[in-house]
Nanobody, 128 residues
Framework: QVQLGESGGGSVQTGGSLRLSCAASGYTASGRCMAWFRQAPGKEREGVAAVYTGSDSPYYADSAKGRFTIAHDNTKNTLYLQMNRLKPDDTAMYYC?????????????????????WGQGTQVTVSS
């Protein structure tokens, strides 16, 4: 049984940093896509960042480029999202997602959300 457990969310002020973690069990990331999504109240779910193990080029949404870094630690089977220079617009529930295959994109070039496994989410709140 695959389980994804996020942690690391919290409340910070504008310009602060947080590191989210997603511990995976029952899942092997090798050759598969893992990602972070977020969803704020009243907004569409957004794929923030993704990593396809075996690729040197992680995906970042435009909103995350230059501020967020995604990484996967194979030894700990844990996915991370380092978030720096946080803004109030980053306030959302953040979800870890794991796929059984490679990352996939929609017609707009955005990360598709058809992942097989999801965590329960961790709240990030950024105050001005």
């Amino acid at each position: 049984q695959v389980q994804l457990g996020e942690s690391g969310g919290g409340s910070v002020q504008t310009g602060g940093s947080l590191r989210l973690s997603c511990a995976a069990s029952g899942y092997t990331a090798s050759g598969r896509c893992m990602a972070w999504f977020r969803q704020a109240p009243g907004k569409e779910r957004e794929g923030v960042a993704a990593v396809y193990t075996g690729s040197d080029s992680p995906y970042y949404a435009d909103s995350a480029k230059g501020r967020f870094t995604i990484a996967h630690d194979n030894t700990k089977n844990t996915l991370y999202l380092q978030m720096n220079r946080l803004k109030p617009d980053d306030t959302a529930m953040y979800y870890c997602a794991a796929a059984l295959g490679p990352c996939r994109w929609d017609s707009r070039g955005l990360l598709r959300a058809d992942f097989g496994y999801w965590g329960q989410g961790t709240q990030v709140t950024v105050s001005s």
